[in-house]
């Protein structure tokens, strides 16, 4: 009947598209090791054979937005930076405000010798008391104290501007992980489903055409757990970065 010629056009289409998808891939690979070869300064050689691993397990307290906007603040150099420079101003403001302090100077000796014919044989001490100008002294301390509150409000906004980064992260990572684990569920189930449809198909139960069907969702869903494992260590990779590890 039909069905046999029916299931070789099915198997001749199937082939002509996995080997179009096989050819695209082999192009992605060449530029993909050959842009990994720039990057690294490596020969091509060591990239000929990759070992697949599984990803480590991201704990729950990676995952919180509070505790990776913590990190940052005290892993970033940007925040230290910035708060080393609001101590600094603040220290200015107490050194201008002691300058303008009136300065006592004492001095004290022993003095021997003669004055008008009578003999000198004795202690002697001697104190000045420096008074700054009241308007220059009020003046240096306003600059440094607006200086102070420049640089505190300025060591605010880049504490706020850099944790919002590794808060977004870290939800972008959790999402990641739950993604993952999806598609691992789908591709394990799309395998189920067309280990049943293979051997329907060799008992009659099933037909080419739902073989077809059951083997293009697997590819699929093989397709899917790779990007989401890309996703997953790319997400990963950027939550580091934003933390400052």
């Excluded at 940052?72 to 925040?79: C, F, G, H, K, N």
């Excluded at 100077?105 to 003999?119: A, C, H, I, N």
């Excluded at 059951?214 to 494992?229: E, H, I, K, N």
């Amino acid at each position: 009947g039909d069905a046999p010629h029916l299931d070789t056009v099915r198997g001749d289409v199937a082939v002509a598209r996995a080997e179009a998808d096989l050819e695209s891939a082999q192009a992605a690979d060449a530029n993909a090791t050959d842009a990994l070869q720039t990057e690294t300064a490596r020969p091509a050689g060591d990239f000929a054979t990759t070992v697949a691993a599984p990803a480590a397990a991201a704990s729950a307290a990676v995952l919180d937005p509070r505790t990776a906007a913590t990190l940052a603040r005290t892993l970033r150099p940007e925040i230290a930076s910035a708060r080393l420079s609001a101590a600094a101003a603040q220290a200015a403001v107490a050194e201008a405000r002691a300058a303008g302090a009136p300065a006592l100077t004492v001095g004290g000796g022993y003095v021997t010798g003669t004055d008008s014919g009578v003999p000198i044989d004795a202690p002697a001490i001697s104190a000045s008391l420096t008074v700054p100008l009241g308007a220059v002294a009020h003046d240096l301390v306003a600059v440094a104290a607006a200086k102070a509150q420049e640089a505190q409000a300025q060591s605010g906004a880049v504490e706020r501007r850099i944790v919002l980064g590794p808060a977004a992260a870290a939800r972008n990572l959790a999402a990641a992980v739950r993604a993952a684990a999806a598609t691992a569920r789908a591709r394990a189930s799309a395998a189920d489903e067309l280990r049943a449809t293979e051997i329907g198909y060799g008992s009659g139960a099933t037909s080419s055409l739902e073989g077809a069907s059951a083997r293009s969702t697997f590819d699929q869903a093989v397709v899917d757990d790779l990007a989401a494992a890309y996703a997953l260590e790319k997400a990963r990779a950027t939550l580091d970065v934003e933390v400052g590890r």
